[in-house]
Structures are given as structure tokens and as C-alpha cells.
């Protein structure tokens, strides 16, 4: 039985990572019988997790069958918890979303707050109109640091749930819940939506400023769970008050909110009197992308690998993206140009659908 379900999954995982196979191309690319192939196609057709995908051209003899995997067949929900809001999507299993919505709804740690955001889930979910047993569960994307088990909050200042922990919110939600860390949960949903990248550093420029280290595809966690922190990085000895109470930390001038701040809060007005040509916004870009680049120059001399400029900043900046290439070239060492920088491709969301990819990931490996 456990062979029949390494064949299973292996056959899954090729369907899932590649365009339509035949019966005949999915037993010569994993060395397997085509009787072997053929069982486990037809069970996992049963189950609606693999469907017919049309005829091949014909060789010469019959055409034979497309098969492909069903992304419809099972849906998982994220949530991006902030100090105001709560973001909220409904992804298939290519992480594709299929409706996303931002509430305001300021954090308070009571039993209140957590049952309205049981509420907001069941609700949107029925919006959606899925079947709830096509549900996986709930990713809930924090800014905070968790516990190794991932099961509860050891520290957190952003938002007031430190010692808090996931039973708080599965207590009103009715499917599985698995908490993360927010920019862990952005970092995964870029490396989920580009599947050749192996290694990245992603640094999530939101009101508050964080990141994730993946390597081999999987978040680097470090050994107290607090890997990625590059907002506390001290980038100006005895420079701006940051919120965690140490001067000069990335996160006092790079947070979305340096920008922000000029346009009431409202980052796409910022961006949008940037083009513009309009002041203050030019010389408030100017100063930011100045420390911006030091942040992102020590980032490529620590770990020698693509980085990704994500968060609610990082999903205006593809139209700003060549210029800051430009720049943190002129700071390398080592290299004449800055090609290892990418804008984040996900613009809406990422940390939510990062949550919710959790869900999707563990149902791939128990396939």
C-alpha cells in the first residue's frame, strides 16, 4: 500500500507541474508500468482529482488521451490579519484566486473580534458558492513570530497576540486552521506562482517591514523561528525611533507607511502623484529608495540569491523596477547589474493566498 501511494503521488505531482500528459508520457517520465499508470489515473479520476483534458494529434495510431489535473476539486481560504484590517481569499488548488476582499476590522484579542472573523470565513465562503466539504481549511497569516509547532504566538508588537494561539480562531471557524507568518505565507505564494526559482529572498514591504529566506523551495525558519526579520536590520546607527524601541532598523524607513503617510494611508494615491511628477512624493521616493537599496544590496551579499520586493509597496514597483536595478548595481560589488531584483508577481493578497497555499501544499504530499 505504500508503494501504490508513492505511484499515486508521484503521478499527481507530474500532472500537477505540468501541462496535459498521456498515460504513455507520464509512465516513461517516471519509469513506471503503463498498467501501474493506468490503475492510478482511473482511482484518482474517481475522487475528481484528475480529469480528461481532450485527445492528443495522432501519431499514427488512435489518439491518445489528455489527462490533467482537476484544480477545481478542492478550494482553501487565506486570511491576512493586520493591526486594521482583515484580507480574505478563496483560492483552487493552482492558487488561483477565485475572490479575495479587504475589511477593516481593527485586531483586538477577544472573543468577539474572533468570532466575527469566524463569520467573515462562513460567509464568504458561501458567497462563493463552494461546497463546504471542498474546503481544505483556513491559512491565517499573522505579524508575529510563532512558536516551532506553529501552534502558538511567542512574540508579537504589531498587533497584541503575544501567547495567543490558533485554538483562539478555530474555536469559531469550522475547518482546519494553520497559522503563519505573514511574510513567510508572501514569500511562499511567489515562489508557488514561479516554479523554477529554488532559492529567494523576499522582503515584504508593508506597514510593517519583514521577510522570509527560502531555500530548496522551503521557508528557512532558523532556529527560534525568527529568521526573515529583516525589518530590524540596522541600516542607520542612532537613527529613527523604530516600534520594536531600537534606532535605525529598516522598518523606520522603508515600512509602506514612509509613502503612505503623504497621501492619508492611501499607498495607490501615493504612487499614482508619484508618476505624476508631484511633490512631496518625489522627494519622499527619493530618500526611501536610498535606504531601500542598502537593504536590498546587504540582502544579495548575504545570500547570494534572487530577491523579491513584495508587499503592498512591492506591488506597485514593476514600473519602477528597472531603475532600482539600476541602482543597487552601482552598490554591488560584484555584479554590473541588478537582474536577481524581481517585483512581486502577486499584487492582491499574497500573504493570504501564502496562508492559504499551506492547505494545498500538505494536500499534495498526503495525495
Known amino acids: 500500500m505504500e508503494i501504490k501511494k508513492i505511484n499515486r ?10 501541462e496535459p500528459l498521456s498515460i504513455q508520457e507520464i509512465a516513461f517520465t517516471l519509469n513506471m508500468s503503463l498498467p501501474t499508470v493506468t490503475q492510478n489515473i482511473k482511482e484518482l479520476q474517481e475522487r475528481d482529482l484528475v480529469m480528461e483534458a481532450g485527445l492528443f494529434e495522432s501519431t499514427g495510431g488512435r489518439k491518445a488521451k489528455a489527462f490533467a489535473y482537476n484544480s477545481a476539486a478542492k478550494y482553501a481560504v487565506g486570511l491576512d490579519i493586520t493591526r486594521n484590517h482583515v484580507g480574505i481569499v478563496i483560492i483552487d488548488l493552482s492558487g488561483k484566486v477565485i475572490k479575495h476582499e479587504r475589511r477593516q476590522y481593527p485586531f483586538v484579542n477577544s472573543k468577539e473580534y474572533f468570532a466575527g472573523v469566524g463569520s467573515l470565513v462562513e460567509n464568504f465562503i458561501k458567497e462563493c458558492e463552494i461546497d463546504n466539504n471542498k474546503i481544505l481549511g483556513v ?10 509547532d506553529r501552534q502558538t504566538v511567542s512574540y508579537a508588537t504589531v498587533i497584541d497576540f503575544k501567547g495567543g494561539s490558533v ?3 478555530s474555536e469559531f471557524i469550522p475547518y482546519p486552521c494553520l497559522l503563519s507568518n505573514d511574510a513567510n505565507a508572501g514569500g511562499l505564494a511567489e515562489m508557488w506562482v514561479d516554479g523554477n526559482m529554488e532559492n529567494v529572498v523576499y522582503l515584504s514591504l508593508n506597514n510593517s517591514v519583514g521577510g522570509s529566506i527560502i531555500t530548496n523551495k522551503k521557508v528557512y525558519t532558523g532556529e527560534n523561528n525568527r529568521s526573515g526579520e529583516f525589518g530590524h536590520m540596522t541600516i542607520v546607527p542612532n537613527g529613527r525611533a523604530c516600534y520594536c524601541g531600537q534606532l535605525g532598523c529598516v522598518d523606520a524607513y522603508c515600512s509602506a507607511k514612509i509613502l503612505s503617510d503623504s497621501t492619508n494611508g492611501n499607498i495607490s494615491e501615493f504612487f499614482r502623484l508619484l508618476k505624476a511628477g508631484c511633490e512631496p512624493q518625489i522627494t519622499i521616493w527619493k530618500e526611501y529608495l536610498d535606504h531601500l537599496i542598502i537593504a ?3 540582502l544579495r551579499m548575504l545570500y547570494d540569491c534572487n530577491v523579491i520586493l513584495g508587499g503592498y509597496v512591492g506591488a506597485y514597483l514593476e514600473d519602477h523596477i528597472d531603475s532600482i536595478r539600476e541602482l543597487v548595481a552601482k552598490r554591488n560589488t560584484f555584479e554590473v547589474d541588478g537582474s536577481y531584483l524581481h517585483a512581486c508577481k502577486y499584487k492582491l ?3 493570504a493566498v ?3 497555499l499551506q492547505h494545498v ?7
Open 9 to 18: 503521488n508521484a503521478i499527481y505531482k507530474l500532472l500537477y507541474r505540468h
Open 139 to 148: 491559512g491565517i497569516a499573522l505579524p508575529v513570530i510563532l512558536s516551532v
Open 167 to 169: 485554538k483562539s480562531f
Open 296 to 298: 536590498i544590496n546587504n
Open 349 to 351: 493578497e499574497a500573504t
Open 354 to 356: 501564502g496562508a492559504a
Open 361 to 367: 501544499e500538505n494536500f499534495i504530499n498526503s495525495i
